[in-house]
């Protein structure tokens, strides 16, 4: 590739990165999500079926501990993939003016 044709692939891959990222940021969310309502249902090991082990013995304050637990390791999971996002995409503008507030 030479000229205007490196270019342009350039510029593409460089728009395509942007919400491929917003799209794995989502992706994560929705698969941890899953995951654990899985766990749940089926009774696989993992954090769902202790939720399901602990609320099946009526212990209570360990069900929600294990849900913090879950939003815990669910924000975890978020600030992981944003921080990726933000070395990633440092050049593109919505980072940037994200970086600076």
Known sequence: MRGWALGLAVAFCAAVAAGVLI????????AFILAVTAE?????PGLGAEIQVAQS???????????????????VVNAAVRLLERRVLAWHP????EAAA
């Open 40 to 44: 749940l249902v089926i009774g696989s």
């Open 23 to 30: 799209g794995l940021r989502l992706a994560a969310a929705v």
């Open 57 to 75: 013995s009526g212990a209570v304050p360990t069900v929600y501990a294990l849900i913090v637990v879950a939003g815990c390791v669910g924000i």
């Open 94 to 97: 919505a980072v940037r003016s």
